[in-house]
Protein backbone atom coordinates (compact mmCIF):
# COMPACT_ATOMS: atom_id res chain seq x y z
CA UNK A 1 0.00 0.00 0.00
CA UNK A 2 1.42 3.54 -0.69
CA UNK A 3 1.70 6.05 1.96
CA UNK A 4 0.88 10.18 1.33
CA UNK A 5 1.75 12.23 4.40
CA UNK A 6 -0.51 15.10 4.62
CA UNK A 7 0.78 18.01 5.47
CA UNK A 8 -1.62 20.95 6.60
CA UNK A 9 -2.11 23.28 9.67
CA UNK A 10 -6.09 22.85 9.58
CA UNK A 11 -7.37 19.73 10.93
CA UNK A 12 -10.58 19.68 8.89
CA UNK A 13 -8.72 19.54 5.84
CA UNK A 14 -6.20 16.72 6.82
CA UNK A 15 -9.60 14.95 7.73
CA UNK A 16 -11.00 15.51 4.17
CA UNK A 17 -8.01 14.35 2.27
CA UNK A 18 -7.27 11.18 4.85
CA UNK A 19 -10.91 10.15 3.71
CA UNK A 20 -10.54 10.90 0.24
CA UNK A 21 -6.79 9.60 0.00
CA UNK A 22 -7.98 6.10 2.25
CA UNK A 23 -10.44 5.63 -0.59
CA UNK A 24 -7.77 5.55 -3.32
CA UNK A 25 -5.98 2.76 -0.80
CA UNK A 26 -3.46 4.95 0.57
CA UNK A 27 -2.11 4.64 4.23
CA UNK A 28 -2.14 8.01 5.68
CA UNK A 29 0.47 10.06 7.85
CA UNK A 30 -0.55 13.11 9.08
CA UNK A 31 1.54 17.02 9.76
CA UNK A 32 0.53 20.11 10.78
CA UNK A 33 3.24 21.91 10.10
CA UNK A 34 6.47 21.90 7.70
CA UNK A 35 8.75 21.01 10.41
CA UNK A 36 6.74 17.82 11.84
CA UNK A 37 6.36 16.58 8.45
CA UNK A 38 10.43 16.64 7.61
CA UNK A 39 10.38 14.65 10.98
CA UNK A 40 8.34 12.18 9.34
CA UNK A 41 10.54 12.13 6.41
CA UNK A 42 13.12 10.90 8.28
CA UNK A 43 12.10 8.08 9.47
CA UNK A 44 11.12 6.91 6.01
CA UNK A 45 9.60 8.91 2.86
CA UNK A 46 6.47 8.32 1.85
CA UNK A 47 5.25 7.99 -1.91
CA UNK A 48 3.57 11.10 -1.88
CA UNK A 49 2.44 14.08 -0.06
CA UNK A 50 -0.38 16.54 -0.37
CA UNK A 51 1.31 19.37 0.93
CA UNK A 52 -0.08 23.47 2.15
CA UNK A 53 1.61 26.39 1.71
CA UNK A 54 0.38 28.44 4.38
CA UNK A 55 1.77 27.07 7.76
CA UNK A 56 2.86 27.90 10.97
CA UNK A 57 6.83 27.08 12.18
CA UNK A 58 7.50 25.97 8.52
CA UNK A 59 5.62 26.61 5.42
CA UNK A 60 4.93 24.21 2.73
CA UNK A 61 7.46 26.03 -0.03
CA UNK A 62 10.50 25.64 3.13
CA UNK A 63 9.20 22.07 3.82
CA UNK A 64 9.39 21.15 0.62
CA UNK A 65 13.16 22.48 -0.29
CA UNK A 66 14.29 20.60 2.81
CA UNK A 67 12.90 17.73 1.67
CA UNK A 68 14.15 17.58 -2.20
CA UNK A 69 17.51 17.81 -0.18
CA UNK A 70 17.58 14.97 1.54
CA UNK A 71 18.95 11.55 0.77
CA UNK A 72 15.98 9.97 -1.47
CA UNK A 73 13.82 13.32 -1.50
CA UNK A 74 13.72 13.60 -4.75
CA UNK A 75 11.50 10.29 -5.27
CA UNK A 76 8.33 11.75 -2.92
CA UNK A 77 5.61 12.52 -5.81
CA UNK A 78 4.18 16.23 -4.30
CA UNK A 79 1.16 17.83 -4.81
CA UNK A 80 0.86 21.35 -3.38
CA UNK A 81 -2.87 22.12 -2.29
CA UNK A 82 -3.46 25.15 -0.95
CA UNK A 83 -5.59 28.92 -1.77
CA UNK A 84 -2.73 30.45 -3.42
CA UNK A 85 -3.57 30.46 -7.32
CA UNK A 86 -1.26 33.15 -8.80
CA UNK A 87 1.21 32.40 -11.64
CA UNK A 88 4.16 33.41 -9.30
CA UNK A 89 3.44 31.23 -6.53
CA UNK A 90 2.64 28.16 -8.81
CA UNK A 91 5.84 29.04 -10.68
CA UNK A 92 7.75 29.02 -7.54
CA UNK A 93 6.20 25.49 -6.01
CA UNK A 94 7.17 23.67 -9.27
CA UNK A 95 10.75 25.18 -9.53
CA UNK A 96 10.83 24.00 -6.00
CA UNK A 97 10.24 20.11 -7.38
CA UNK A 98 6.15 19.99 -6.74
CA UNK A 99 4.91 17.67 -9.17
CA UNK A 100 1.62 19.07 -9.47
CA UNK A 101 -0.47 21.87 -7.62
CA UNK A 102 -4.52 22.15 -6.58
CA UNK A 103 -6.36 24.92 -4.95
CA UNK A 104 -8.64 24.59 -2.33
CA UNK A 105 -11.33 23.92 -1.79
CA UNK A 106 -10.93 19.91 -3.47
CA UNK A 107 -13.00 17.12 -3.87
CA UNK A 108 -11.77 13.55 -5.03
CA UNK A 109 -12.59 14.35 -8.46
CA UNK A 110 -9.63 16.87 -8.41
CA UNK A 111 -6.88 14.35 -6.26
CA UNK A 112 -7.82 11.13 -8.11
CA UNK A 113 -7.11 13.06 -11.19
CA UNK A 114 -3.90 15.16 -10.41
CA UNK A 115 -2.61 11.56 -8.24
CA UNK A 116 -3.33 9.90 -12.15
CA UNK A 117 -1.21 12.64 -13.59
CA UNK A 118 1.74 12.21 -11.39
CA UNK A 119 1.58 8.25 -11.57
CA UNK A 120 0.61 7.58 -7.71
CA UNK A 121 -2.89 5.69 -8.99
Not at 2 to 29: M, N, P, Q, Y
Not at 37 to 47: I, Q, T
Not at 77 to 87: I, P, Q, R, W, Y
Request: glycine share 6%; with cysteine; net charge negative.
Amino acid sequence: MKTCLVVDDSSVIRKVARRILEGLDFEIVEAEDGEKALEVCKHGLPDAVLLDWNMPVMDGYEFLRNLRRMPGGDQPKVVFCTTENDVAHIARALHAGANEYIMKPFDKDIVTAKFQEVGLI
